[in-house]
Structures are given as C-alpha cells and as structure tokens.
C-alpha cells in the first residue's frame, strides 16, 4: 500500500493492489500546477506489464501537459491534454513488443479556486461530498452494463452485480481516436465538501452509501482513504483500489480556503501589471515635461 499527503490534512491519496492481484496497475499524481490543483487516477490493464505500462504513461502525459503552461481555455484543454495522452498511449501499444492491446481507465480533476474542472474516460469515478446532499456522482461509466441501464434494460442495483459490470466501451489507448467525457462547465465547491476521485476497485465493491458514511465521518482524509480501502478488501479485494480525497475548506486546515488558486503568479495577469505600470510611469514622464 502506498500514500501520498499534500497540504497538511486537507489531500490524501492511497493505493493498494488488494488481495487477489499480483501487482497494483493504478497509478495516480496529485499536486499544484500553474493551472490549479490537479488529481488524476488511471487504471491499467492489458494484461503483464501493459495495464502498469499503460496508467504510469497516461499519469506521466497529463501530468506534463498541466505543467508546461498557463491554459486560458480549461475546457478545450482538458479534452486536447486527454486526447494527447490517448495517442501516446496507442502508439507505444502499437510499437513496443509485449504492450499490444494495453489501455487505462483515467479521471482528472482540476480545482482552481471554488472551480472544479473534470473530465474521464472509462469507469474510473469523481464524486463530490457535500454534508446535507450526500454523495454526488459527478461522472458516467464508459461501461456496457451503463449503456444497459441507460436504455432501462437494467436496474442500477442489477447493474451493480451483473457478470459483465467492468466491461468497458471505451479506454485510453485502446483506439487510434478517443473522445473524452469533458464537463460542460466547471463544479463550484463550497466549504465543508469533499472531492473523492476513484478507481473501480472502490465503487465495484463498495456501495455508495457506505462511502458516503465513510466521508460524513469526524476522521483526517488520511483516515478516511485508509477505512475505503479496507471496505474495499473486506469485499474480497478482488481488484487494485485508489483513493484520492480532498476536503475542501477544511475546518482542521485552518484556512477558509484549503488551496491557492495557482501555483504561482499567471504570467498573463503579470504582463498585464507591468504594461499598466509601464503606462503609469510614462504618463508621469510627460507632466514632469
């Protein structure tokens, strides 16, 4: 099992390859980017070393993609940065021996400020926690057996049992083309929320309303990470499981606002001040004259 803590007890991340896979092929990054605060999961397969190949690359790429510069378009570039890492993804399947056939689920969400930006592929899940609205599912699984429930052939509870539930219609990697699942307009947080980003090893095994409980608990996120994944194994740890939890506004952080917006300063803001100042100065120049 392996963590990861960023700003205080605000953001946990943890991920366990439970009690029935040899190796864990999630992976997942959680971090400030000049573009605000990033989680990303993905979720491996293909079988060998391709599922493990395939979600280390997509995390790598899209890590990358937030960090080389200040994106004025969140939407447009939340679909470009997924349809970049699907091609990545696709070509090193097609050119490496032993990687045929590889593909990763992949869920990013982006918090700037009170916006939270998302977008995913496959069945990987973002839900958002709010105290009086319970949980809140944020995404719709690429899956075979949604598509089912969609048309009404299956009842959300059957779909939750059904053989073929992790079945997936479409993945990272696993065409030439993907289109992503892009929210319309970003969510807007409030204080007291909680951002929860899951693999499928979580949600396939635990109910929702166990998870909600689990998040409407007085425990640090780092408790509560630890307590799904032990849900998850005491469902029989049948799959790989990661958990990404932040709390938003967090009383024990201390803080009204639990992140800042960016990373650091947008260089378009700053150009802006310094041709305002440089205005400023050249207009003082000319009435000294």
């Known amino acids: ?21 040899e190796k864990n092929e999630d992976c997942c990054k959680a971090g400030m980017t000049p573009n605000g605060f990033l989680c990303v999961l993905c979720d491996g397969m293909g079988g060998h070393a391709g599922g493990e190949t395939a979600s280390r690359m997509a995390v790598e790429k899209i890590w990358n993609f937030w960090q080389a510069t200040d994106y004025a378009q969140v939407r447009e570039a939340m679909g470009e940065c997924l349809r970049y890492a ?21 869920c990013m969400a982006l918090l700037r400020g009170k916006e939270l930006w998302y977008a995913h592929v496959g069945d990987s899940r973002i839900y958002v926690y709010e105290p009086e609205a319970g949980l809140c599912l944020l995404t719709k699984d690429h899956s075979m057996v949604q598509g089912m429930v969609d048309q009404g052939l299956l009842s959300e509870a059957e779909a939750r049992v059904h053989p073929d539930r992790n079945r997936l219609v479409k993945v990272l990697g696993g065409k030439e ?20 980003v899951c693999s499928d090893g979580l949600s396939s095994y635990v ?33 790989n499981v990661t958990v990404q939890l932040l709390a938003y506004g967090s009383a024990e952080a201390g803080s009204e606002q639990p992140l800042p917006a960016l990373a650091r300063p947008r260089k378009r803001r700053l150009a802006i001040k310094i041709i305002g100042l440089l205005a ?9 004259l």
């Not at 050119?95 to 990763?104: H, K, N, Q, S």
Request: proline residues 4%.
């Open 1 to 21: 099992m392996t963590g990861m803590e960023v700003f205080g007890n605000r953001f946990y991340s943890i991920s366990d390859k439970g009690l029935v896979r």
């Open 177 to 196: 083309d993907v289109e992503p699942d892009v929210c319309a307009s970003p969510f807007e947080m409030e204080n007291g929320m909680s951002l929860l």
């Open 207 to 239: 109910p929702e309303e166990a998870i909600g409980q689990v998040l409407a608990g007085n425990g640090t996120v780092h408790d509560k990470c630890s307590e799904l994944v032990a849900l998850a194994n005491q469902a029989g740890g049948e799959d």
């Open 86 to 106: 699907n091609s990545c993804v696709w070509e090193s399947a097609r050119g490496i021996p032993g990687l045929e056939g590889m593909g990763t689920t992949v």
């Open 280 to 288: 400023l100065i050249f207009a003082l120049l000319c009435l000294t």
